[in-house]
């Protein structure tokens, strides 16, 4: 993308054939999130990966919890596990439980629903993170997140997990990035993504699915703001990419925070 007029250019181009702008290294090619495992899997990002990983940990955890105290099997989480592990929940969000807006992004009701988020969130997230950059990748889905189980506390009292209001927010941002570029291409981008959503939205409105459309919403909402602000990344010594910087440790520091909390709820509240 020409660092001037914002088309879409070739690899190869030195100088914007639109614009007549020298052309420096591929902002890929100046990012921290560098393909992983060797280019055997060549689409894999680091962060989008890690994101992954610790899902399925935390899947892992509450399946093995589930069936320790009851629970039917490795395919369904009870309600109570996904309580102590964090998932949102109405009465304690409002008691100050607010750390719940964050973990119940990382949580998931059974095999099929972590599955089928996995498989999007390796795709989309990788995409993001190639052309937004790592940085600006974390502050999407952390704000897309808390933002979506924000929503949802509003619209209703039941109990939510997953980390689709974080794909909605991806899907957010990348409608946000077709807007932005004006070109043909862009257009081309947007369209796609905005298809995406909405068959996204269609799919929550059927009822045997139980999903919640409310953070999916709130979660598309906060990606496509955050998304337009934050742009594709500049030269990384510049005063913005250090900010994006801040912002992303900020985002880390507050979900390690999150996470601490639930342990130590965990602790407490599994006795009983």
Request: charged share 10%; glycine share 12%; net charge positive.
């Amino acid at each position: 993308m020409c660092p001037n007029c914002r088309a879409f250019i070739t690899t190869s181009d030195k100088v914007c054939p639109y614009c007549d702008t020298p052309v420096g290294p591929r902002a890929v090619d100046r990012r921290q999130s560098a393909e992983i495992s060797v280019g055997f899997i060549p689409h894999a990002r680091f962060v989008t990966v890690l994101i992954l990983t610790i899902n399925f940990g935390l899947y892992a955890a509450t399946a093995l919890f589930s069936m320790q105290n009851g629970g039917a099997s490795f395919m369904d989480i009870d309600g109570r596990t996904l309580l102590l592990f964090g998932a949102k929940y109405n009465e304690f969000i409002a008691a100050g439980q607010w750390w719940r807006l964050i973990t119940a992004g990382f949580l998931h009701g059974g095999l099929f629903h972590i599955l089928m988020n996995s498989w999007v969130l390796f795709d989309l997230g990788a995409q993001v993170e190639e052309l937004y950059g790592a940085r600006r990748l974390i502050v999407i889905y952390f704000l897309a997140t808390v933002f979506g189980f924000m929503v949802s506390t509003w619209w209703s009292p039941a109990l939510s997990i997953g980390a689709s209001a974080g794909i909605f927010g991806l899907l957010g941002a990348m409608i946000a990035l077709g807007m932005r570029s004006g070109t043909v291409i862009g257009a081309a981008i947007r369209s796609l993504y905005i298809r995406w959503a909405v068959y996204g939205l269609l799919i929550g409105l059927l009822p045997f699915f139980r999903i919640d459309n409310a953070a999916h919403i709130g979660g598309l909402i906060a990606g496509f703001v955050t998304g337009f602000v934050a742009g594709t990344p500049l030269p990384r010594r510049s005063v913005q990419e250090k900010l994006w910087g801040i912002a992303a440790l900020a985002c880390i520091v507050m979900t390690a925070f999150a996470f601490l909390q639930m342990f130590l709820f965990f602790g407490v509240a599994s006795r009983f």
